[in-house]
Each structure stands twice: as structure tokens, then as C-alpha cells.
């Protein structure tokens, strides 16, 4: 709802009634003019409903949510801070202005407002702290993201796992990214695109497949795990080594993951949507995970 105070709206009533934020045009489902309480006087006050853009008659979800992240693009460039739009009403076809003392010009409406209030800012930060927080106290209090290792009960003694954190990284990222998408444009449906589906799968996938080498090899002739203990050396070399040291094709498949998951942090903080990869993009992280399970057969 936006109230506009001070428009000149003698005679105005239940007419055909517009508004535009910045040259954005909304549609008007509901009006009312009445008076304000500073001022007894009659027609001083407009209130407008607004429900969506005009071309918002869209049946494809994707379309409507695509053309409401551009509206509000346009409208609230500070996320998290103040913003000030030009507002433009008519009724039946004529512009209204604000009231301004004699001898001075009409002056031209104008709001400011925020587009993620303090209430809509706590529960963002708060659902965000509370995935990374879940990940955080699997990884730690957990060997959800460590790799498995019979030898050693002590899961916190085990290394990390590339593919389980990769997967974990990514599952963060949708998950961070449809919530802050939702609160902003208040959409759900037609935010998720193909992209986090192809994001998820390929990291789910490698995970799998990395879990299902370390198995066939094992069966191979091979012990099912070292004869020594795995000893974790750290999060960074846990995830970059096997017990022959760094790998180049753990290096190229985290390098990757950080790059595309940075593409994908900014187009959804700016553009509000989730990127569009092409299918050399899909090529080139299939790739990269398939590399790091081929490798994954022969590490030691």
C-alpha cells in the first residue's frame, strides 16, 4: 500500500486511477481519497493498492518473476538502504500534483521507502546464518563431510571430502539465494531456474560417483582403506590432497566451483535471478567433476 499525501484531488473518486514508481507502471486494484487527520478538510489523502505490474497478466511464473525483479531493479537500487522513486498518479486520464503554498509551482510527488524493512533484514540474515550454521556443525560435530574411513572411528581425525563439501557449498548458495530472491520480490514460483537443478545434480552426482570409485577400487584387489589411519591436516590440504600430496585435479575442480559459485552470488544480488549457464558451462563443470572421480579411483 502507498499513501500520498497533499495530491490535488478535488472531485476525484472511484475513477480509472494509475500510478508509476520511476516510470514503472503498476496497476491499481484498490483506491480510496479521503481526508487527512492533520487536516479535516476533504480529499487531501490518496491511498493506492498496488498488486503487481500491469503486464504481470502473465501465466508463466518465470516471466511475471522476471519482470517484477526488473521493476524492482529500477525502483530500490540500495538493497538494504533507503530509496527515493518519482511517483506519478493520474485519474481518468489527469495527472495529479502535490499541493504547494501560493506563488510556488506544484511540486512533483515523490516516496521513499525500504525494500527490505529491519523485520525482512533479521529473518534474511538469521535463515542464511542458520544453513551455513548447519553446515558449519555437520562438518565440525560430524563426518557428514568427511570422507569415510574404517580404520579410524574418530570421525573428527578423518579428511574432508571435496565432493561432500562441494555439495554442501552449492546447497548453501540455492538455498541462500531462492530465500534472498523471495524476500525481496516476494515470488517463489518461477524463481528456481534450470540452473540450480543442474548446480545440485552435478554436485550430488559427484559426490556419488566419487564414493562409488573409492569403492570399486577397492574391490579391485585393493584394501578397502589405507592400512594407516587417514589423519586430517586441515580443512584446506584435506580437501587439495590424497596421501601423495596436492592434486592438480582437486585444485581445477575447487578453482571452478569458487568461480562459478561467485557468478552466481552476484547475478542474484543484482539482477535478482539465478544466472543462465549454456550447455558449455554444464560441459565444462561435468568435466571437471568427472576428472576429480576418474583421479578419485587411483588415489591412494
Request: proline share 6%.
Amino acid at each position: 500500500m502507498i499513501r500520498v499525501d497533499g495530491l490535488d484531488v478535488q472531485g476525484k473518486g472511484a475513477g480509472s486511477w494509475r500510478v508509476a514508481l520511476n516510470e514503472v507502471p503498476f496497476k491499481v486494484v484498490y483506491c480510496f481519497v479521503g481526508p487527512r487527520v492533520a487536516d479535516p478538510a476533504p480529499h487531501t489523502e490518496v491511498r493506492l493498492v498496488l498488486d503487481g505490474l500491469n503486464s504481470a497478466t502473465l501465466e508463466n511464473p518465470q516471466d511475471a518473476a522476471t519482470m517484477t525483479a526488473a521493476a524492482i531493479r529500477r525502483l530500490a537500487p540500495h538493497r538494504w538502504s533507503t530509496n527515493r522513486v518519482a511517483l506519478e498518479v493520474s485519474c481518468d486520464g489527469v495527472a495529479l500534483s502535490q499541493a504547494s503554498p501560493p506563488g510556488e509551482s506544484p511540486g512533483v510527488p515523490g516516496a521513499t521507502f525500504e525494500l527490505i524493512t529491519l523485520p525482512r533484514r533479521l529473518v534474511c540474515i538469521g535463515a542464511l546464518a542458520a544453513i551455513a550454521g548447519l553446515f558449519y556443525w555437520a562438518g565440525a560435530r560430524t563426518g557428514a563431510l568427511r570422507d569415510n574411513d574404517p580404520l579410524n572411528p574418530d570421525f573428527r581425525q578423518r579428511t574432508y571430502s571435496l565432493a561432500r563439501c562441494q555439495l554442501a557449498f552449492w546447497t548453501v548458495l540455492v538455498v541462500g539465494s531462492f530465500l534472498y530472491i523471495y524476500l525481496v520480490t516476494g515470488f517463489f514460483n518461477g524463481v528456481l531456474t534450470d540452473t540450480a537443478l543442474w548446480l545440485l545434480g552435478i554436485s550430488a552426482g559427484t559426490s556419488a560417483l566419487a564414493q562409488a570409485a573409492g569403492t570399486s577400487h577397492a574391490g579391485a584387489g585393493q584394501p578397502v582403506a589405507p592400512p594407516i589411519p587417514q589423519r586430517s591436516a586441515g580443512f584446506l590440504l584435506d580437501i587439495l590432497s590424497d596421501a601423495q600430496g596436492v592434486n592438480v585435479h582437486r585444485l581445477q575442480m575447487l578453482i571452478w566451483t569458487a568461480v562459478f559459485g561467485g557468478i552466481l552470488t552476484t547475478r542474484v544480488v543484482t539482477s535478482l535471478a539465478f544466472p543462465e549457464y549454456d550447455t558449455t558451462t554444464y560441459a565444462l563443470m561435468g568435466i571437471s567433476s568427472g576428472t576429480y572421480v576418474w583421479f578419485k579411483r587411483t588415489e591412494a
